[in-house]
């Protein structure tokens, strides 16, 4: 028997908010992002029997993903017309010179910023997905979506002392979680 | 006045989301002074909601969800 198996009735509650993470973190449209998450799950299902039960499947469903941000590229570039690129001395002097010396220095544009804190909501969703069910549930709508005390208390139906247990139990775990890497 | 480890980080964790009182963050503060165990783990809480603002988690609504469900369970 295969180490894992699919569980596809289950992948919305588990994934999607990983997925959708890593999709808004490369596409920057949260309605595109939607939209590829919804088409990897449906390609999962699809070629659910080439799974072969060596990854895992939260590994498999962002190879997935990632062929699908490709792709999405790809159409995007498509549409365009061929990039072309121009570059005009600005004065005569200038003649002769390098043209990479024109070039935006990688370094001052920030790239490795906005990557490092894509790579930290990775890290984070990771952790928070080895949660128990109901604490990352609290943690996620307390600390993500910001809902109220009393929202979820209403919600979930439990008082504001358990709420504050969960959330601080959830809070003691991804601090060990996210140790090793982050802090 | 005095509290115990837990009780102090049972505050630090409201403290996160701006929901201690004044009275329970100096008792907290008067903890910390004494105790290294809790002034750590203070300052660990605070570095994990600093990462939690830095890497702007999103997650989907319960709408989207309940949409990619349907969908899902259409294909099964």
Known sequence: MPEHQLQPEKWVDNYADYLFNYAVGRVSDSELAKDLVQETFIAGLNSAKNFKGDAAERTWLIAILKRKVIDQYRKQNSKKGKAEVRISYTNDEAEGDWLEENVADPFIMGGDDKLENKELGLAIEGCIDKLPRKQADVFKMKTIQGMSTEDICNVLEINPSNLWVIIHRARTALMGCLNESWF | ?76
């Open chain 2, 1 to 76: 006045m005095k509290i115990s480890c837990e009780e102090a980080g049972h505050i630090c964790t409201k403290a996160q989301y701006k929901e201690a009182s004044a009275w329970e963050i100096f008792k907290l503060k008067f903890h910390s002074l004494f105790c290294k165990v809790c002034s750590k783990y203070s300052k660990k809480n605070t570095q994990l909601t600093n990462l939690c603002e830095k890497a702007n988690l999103q997650t989907l609504d319960k709408d989207t969800k309940e949409r990619m469900k349907k969908a899902l369970e259409q294909q099964l």
